[in-house]
């Protein structure tokens, strides 16, 4: 019996092209909801993107929120349940470092706040290419993360250079969404730390929660949930690592998994 279900939010709820979450989805939302199922969100995102996106997901009422790929969780009444921000001694070797290295452009995440410590080239083509210059942030010292509490660091590299990026980042790991950039959180976190942290929460068992994803930071929450669906616009790899691959966000991937399962 499934008692908890987690989603991812860009190309899982929200498609990459319109960025609105489809009627079907929302309805199928409502229906999971009214049959006592706790939904959670489960992103890479930080919590200061809720603000940026559809109404019709942010309207929601939400059981409890996984953001930052599981290194800052909360529930829909604001009571965090998992905060896990850099260790100092990481941010303490790794600063200093990309000072000096001008090609690792990276954006740093804090909870109310975000920056580049460069002018970001790869962000900026990344972002005209899905039209949203309007989340571009600030340029700032990365010396402020000495200061500030951080929790994920988005350097906008290739997957060939993650190992170069992380031996000079002691305690971090790789969370990649992307081909563009690769969310960069403490070792030993994921999406599945949130969701373990959730379900314990609520005295659920992990073969009692279903996780929907289809991107590379999604995979290790698809095999951890009882059930792991990967959207139709996944990559081969996600898919590869799911229990079930429904149809595209867009062609109502969400409502149609929803059905298979018996859910609604």
Same mark, same amino acid.
Do not use: C, W
């Given at each position: 019996m499934i008692r908890a279900a987690f989603f991812d939010i860009d190309g899982t709820l929200i498609p990459m092209t319109t960025r609105r979450m489809p009627e079907s989805t929302l309805s199928a939302l409502h229906a999971l909801k009214e049959k006592g199922v706790k939904l959670y969100i489960a992103s890479g995102r930080p919590p200061v993107h809720l603000t940026l996106l559809d109404k019709a997901m942010t309207s929601f009422e939400w059981d409890g929120y996984i953001m930052m790929n599981g290194q800052y969780c909360f529930e829909g009444n604001g009571n965090v349940f @998992?905060?896990?921000?850099?260790? #100092?001694e990481t941010? *303490? /070797?790794? /600063?200093p470092w990309l000072k000096e290295n001008a090609d690792f452009p990276c954006t740093f995440f804090e909870l109310e706040s975000s920056y580049d410590i460069a002018f970001n080239e790869s962000m900026? #083509?990344?972002? =005209? =290419?899905?039209?949203?210059?309007?989340?571009?942030?600030? /340029?700032?010292?990365? /010396? @402020?993360?000495?200061?500030? *509490?951080t929790y994920m660091?988005?350097?906008?590299?290739?997957?060939?250079?993650?190992?170069?990026?992380? =031996?000079?980042?002691?305690g971090?790991? =790789?969370?990649r969404w992307s081909p563009h950039f690769a969310d960069m959180i403490r070792e030993n976190g994921g999406k599945p730390e949130g969701i373990k942290a959730a379900l314990a929460m609520h005295g659920f068992t992990r073969e009692e929660a279903i996780a929907f994803g289809d991107g590379g930071n999604d995979i290790t929450m698809l095999a951890y949930a009882g059930i792991g669906v990967?959207?139709?616009?996944?990559s081969d790899e996600v898919?590869?690592?799911s229990d079930y691959v429904t149809d595209s966000c867009e062609n109502d991937g969400?409502?149609?998994a929803f059905k298979h399962f018996d859910l609604i």
């Open positions: @998992r905060r896990q921000p850099l260790k #100092q941010l *303490e /070797v790794l /600063v900026y #083509q990344y972002l =005209s =290419s899905i039209s949203r210059l309007d989340q571009m942030p600030p /340029v700032e010292d990365p /010396v @402020r993360a000495l200061s500030h *509490e660091i988005s350097p906008y590299i290739t997957a060939d250079r993650d190992a170069e990026f992380l =031996s000079h980042a002691p971090m790991m =790789s969370a990967a959207m139709g616009n996944a898919k590869a690592h969400i409502y149609k």
